[in-house]
Structures are given as C-alpha cells and as structure tokens.
C-alpha cells in the first residue's frame, strides 16, 4: 500500500525557517511529479510548489524566492525549505505525488498533512 508521510511542521515565529518532508512508502515502480500544497482555514487547498523527476520547479508567486523545493529520487522524498516565514504562510501542508505502484496505474496520492504555524 502507498503512503505519502509528512514531517517537519511547528510553530516558529515570522521571519523563522522550515523544513517539511515527505517520504513515499510502498511498493512503487516511479514517480514523477512531487509538490506540496496547503490550506489555511476557510480557504482552498492551494499550490505551493512542485518538482519533476528530473529536478525542474515551479513556485506559487507568493512563495518565490523565499521556499525551495528539492527530492532525493533515491530516497522516494520530497522537501519543502521554507525561511523568511510569514503569518500568512500559517495552513496545513499537504506532499503530492503521481505515482507508479507496482502492477497499477499511475495515479495521484497525498499525504495526511502536517501543521505549519507561524506566530507574528
């Protein structure tokens, strides 16, 4: 069975820094795309950043410049490298996957989401 976990998130103060990961578990033949997403309280669930299997990102232009996206193919991982928080950047992350299980189709899975705080 696939898992997408999370780690990483907390409280830290504005101006403070994060890392999040997300490891995929499981049997699982590849991978391609990998981001993360979040959702602050009575919003949508919103982009944040992604990553292809061979390294190109893209960022919401809220985060550029200030979060980093990075993943360790070998390690089946994703990070997310957040400094210069700000109060606004407070939701819970998601980590997002496509997928390749072993004897399955490609599909799309994602994690249970870990809190990201961030005090003024």
């Known amino acids: 069975q696939v898992q997408l976990v999370e780690s990483g998130g907390g409280l830290v103060q504005a101006g403070g820094s994060l890392r999040l990961s997300c490891a995929a578990s499981?049997?699982?033949?590849?991978?391609?795309?990998m981001g993360w997403y979040r959702q602050a309280p009575g919003n949508q669930r919103e982009f944040v950043a992604g990553i292809s299997s061979g390294g190109t990102t893209n960022y919401a232009d809220s985060v550029r410049g200030r979060f980093t996206i990075s993943r360790d193919n070998a390690k089946n991982t994703v990070y997310l490298q957040m400094n210069s928080l700000k109060p606004e950047d407070t939701a819970v992350y998601y980590c997002?996957?496509?997928?390749?299980?072993?004897?399955?189709?490609?599909?799309?899975?994602w994690g249970q989401g870990t809190q990201v705080t961030v005090s003024s």
């Open positions: 997002n996957a496509n997928l390749l299980p072993a004897g399955r189709s490609w599909d799309n899975y």
């Open positions: 499981g049997n699982i033949f590849s991978i391609s795309t």
